[in-house]
């Protein structure tokens, strides 16, 4: 980034803003595998206002709650010692025994070893639920009530929440000063890339793209992209609250609901689930799963043994697709690239974004951001409240006339891609006078369109009696 745009994010984020340097935190995380949100969390508490780091301070802190030699905390536990530990955490809740357990699985500690006390769970209500968490947990090894065998007791706990709010107003404000095309290199550099390192626009909205899920509330989309373009980065690192599958075999109890445990899956308690690697994961009863799937895809609910499952997670499919020396797909059947049991077309139209990875450049050195940019701490959490602004769904019907005869699916896909374009591009338009009808239609309404229909045109590759036609969508003035 330039240094005038530089000045502006640095002046309208002030405390939101770090100096990334991927060589220097290189080698200070080095051996350690966080994600960038933790990483910056930690930059922040050891950082000099001109940007430098307090390397000495900031080792001797990684040291003490992160240990390079993961084995050895159970060894430490075991020689009668309390560990502080920032750490990766699991939480399952045993209805039968009334034990509410969690696992660390980077240090090897299964969830049937470890057990939250009561007074640390009222202590955080609401926050040790279900599912993954971070957090600075203290533990130690205590006895059973029995007496006779040992568990791993989590003592403390400090939740890693940085920001306790975030507020979208201030966003709003702050993304008045840009222009859209400041603000997607503003977006660029806050995932950590270089916007200077794309070759176009259309590059740069592409992998933007890969957002929607994180800002709007199921979303389901596809991508296929060669290998390379950093489909794994951008959802394993960027936001606690996305859950990335990479391969293997995935069954209807770990996505949905166990019912041996009567314990929800982690599309329960996340704002998106990713699926790496698309080709390589093997549905366990693919029957079942896809009957599943179906359900939670058109309606945001499915049904396990009479019990109602129901979330607002959306759903990314990613997957490597072979292109041709022009850099296009080789066939024409894009879905070609799935595996058999995806390519199946009633499920494929459930989803609602196609993501055409082709147009994204290959990750490489000239691409890793360097300089002042929004924090990915505070990234992440403003992309998560931006879920629930509902204002940008009211402007959408306030402004977009369509055929009434619309297919419902069709409808419904074009306004949570538009919807979520507005919250990422355009979060300042919080009233229908302060929207560029030209940008809305440019930016979010037009792309909408093209995305879904690309949905609706390889699942009629598939099945004929799928119609590729799209219905009609323009902008109206109120």
Request: glycine share 6%; charged share 25%; hydrophobic share 35%.
């Amino acid at each position: 980034m330039n240094q005038e745009l530089t000045k502006k994010v640095c002046g309208q984020f002030a405390a939101m803003t770090i100096y990334k340097d991927p060589t220097t935190t290189g080698s200070l995380f080095a051996g350690r595998n966080l994600p960038s949100f933790v990483k910056d969390f930690l930059l922040k508490r050891y950082i000099n206002s001109d940007g430098t780091i307090q390397r000495e301070r900031l080792t001797t802190f990684l040291d003490s709650v992160i240990p390079t030699n993961q084995a050895s905390v159970k060894d430490r536990l075991d020689c009668g010692e309390e560990l502080t530990l920032l750490a990766r955490f699991i939480v399952e809740i045993d209805l039968i025994k009334g034990v509410r357990r969690f696992g660390i699985p980077d240090v090897g500690i299964k969830t049937r070893e470890g057990q939250i006390p009561e007074y640390v769970y009222k202590n955080h209500i609401g926050e040790l639920v279900e599912g993954e968490k971070w957090g600075i947990i203290k533990l130690a090894l205590l006895p059973d009530d029995c007496g006779k065998k040992y568990h791993v007791e989590m003592v403390d706990y400090k939740p890693f929440k940085p920001y306790r709010s975030v507020d979208a107003n201030y966003l709003c404000n702050a993304r008045e000063a840009f222009t859209i095309r400041e603000w997607i290199d503003v977006l660029l550099s806050a995932m950590e890339y270089d916007p200077d390192g794309f070759a176009s626009q259309t590059e740069k909205i592409e992998f933007l793209t890969r957002l929607l899920v994180f800002v709007e509330p199921r979303l389901n989309v596809i991508e296929l992209a060669p290998k390379g373009t950093g489909k794994s980065y951008v959802f394993g690192n960027l936001s606690k609250y996305g859950w990335l599958v990479s391969g293997g075999k995935v069954t209807r109890a770990k996505l949905f609901f166990d019912k041996q445990k009567q314990q929800n899956g982690i599309i329960k308690n996340h704002d998106f689930t990713a699926f790496d690697e698309i080709q390589t994961i093997v549905f366990q009863e693919p029957a079942e799963m896809q009957a599943a799937l179906k359900s939670y895809l058109e309606s945001g609910k499915t049904t396990i043994d009479n019990n109602e499952f129901t979330s607002e997670c959306g759903l990314m499919l990613m997957g490597n697709i072979p292109l041709d020396s022009s850099k296009r797909p080789v066939s024409y059947r894009y879905f070609d690239s799935l595996p058999q049991h995806f390519r199946e077309s009633a499920l494929l139209d459930r989803f609602h974004c196609f993501i055409e990875g082709w147009h994204l450049p290959r990750i490489n050195k000239g691409l890793i951001f360097k300089g002042w940019t929004i924090n990915v701490e505070y990234f992440s959490e403003i992309l998560h409240e931006l879920r629930t602004q509902n204002i940008y769904g009211i402007i959408f019907d306030r402004i977009v006339k369509y055929d009434k005869n619309a297919d419902t699916r069709d409808f419904n896909a074009v306004k949570r891609i538009t919807v979520g374009y507005m919250k990422l591009l355009f979060p300042h338009w919080t009233s229908v006078d302060k929207v560029d009808f030209d940008e809305f239609d440019m930016y979010c309404l037009q792309p909408a369109i093209r995305r879904r229909g690309i949905i609706k045109e390889q699942c009629h590759y598939i099945d004929p009696e799928f119609k590729t036609a799209m219905p009609r969508f323009e902008v109206s003035l109120p």
